[in-house]
T-cell receptor, first 114, second 114 residues
């Protein structure tokens, strides 16, 4: 059973460009969350998708947008890239255990903005 | 902004010794989880402790939670070189409507010297 997969692994973009990152959730999971992790920091919640809709959003500007497809996979789009957007972007899919939402994280996409 | 703060930021010990990491948080929580991250890769879930629990064990891991002090500790006993990683605590807040997000601390970087 494949876990959470993300593509690409690494990406280099120029300031002002746009980028799309992709995530495939663990089999059986219908909820996808995205996190940004700057170097030396903990992950910060960007937003969460469920049933193809953004269910919750963290403190990120509108330049960050997403999409969830009927097969539960998801995309994260970032427009007008800034140098400060350089980070590891983590995708997590989740399922309800009856006690808590167990989140499985993908390996991440390393984005470098020059 | 991040809710949790881990202490210490970095910890270096000899193989076989115990490692203790602490985490403080600010708001009321449902659960507190600990994750491990190797070299900027994806996060691996280690253990969860619910807000009504005070201590939990899993293999060589022991987690305590003090909700009155809004703090938690992670103890790794008989450390191994393979335990070298960054460790993060993450809290969840019940924001209603079935949504779910994790708030991470900045992490403790553990180095276990063979």
């Amino acid at each position: 059973d494949a876990g959470v997969t993300q593509s690409p692994t690494h990406l280099i973009k120029t300031r002002g460009q746009q980028v799309t990152l992709r995530c495939s959730p663990k089999s059986g999971h219908d909820t996808v969350s995205w996190y940004q992790q700057a170097l030396g920091q903990g992950p910060q919640f960007i937003f969460q998708y469920y049933e193809e809709e953004e269910r919750q959003r963290g403190n990120f500007p509108d330049r960050f947008s997403g999409h969830q497809f009927p097969n539960y996979s998801s995309e994260l789009n970032v427009n007008a890239l800034l140098l400060g957007d350089s980070a590891l972007y983590l995708c997590a899919s989740s399922s309800w255990t009856g006690v808590f939402y167990e989140q499985y994280f993908g390996p991440g996409t390393r984005l470098t903005v020059t | 902004s991040q809710q949790g703060e881990e202490d210490p930021q970095a910890l270096s010990i000899q193989e076989g010794e115990n490692a203790t990491m602490n985490c403080s948080y600010k708001t009321s929580i449902n659960n507190l989880q600990w994750y491990r991250q190797n070299s900027g890769r994806g996060l691996v879930h280690l253990i969860l402790i619910r807000s009504n629990e005070r201590e939990k064990h899993s293999g060589r891991l022991r987690v305590t939670l003090d909700t009155s002090k809004k703090s938690s500790s992670l103890l790794i006993t008989a450390s191994r070189a393979a335990d070298t990683a960054s460790y993060f605590c993450a809290t969840d807040e019940d924001s209603g409507a079935g949504s779910y997000q994790l708030t991470f601390g900045k992490g403790t970087k553990l180095s276990v010297i063979p």
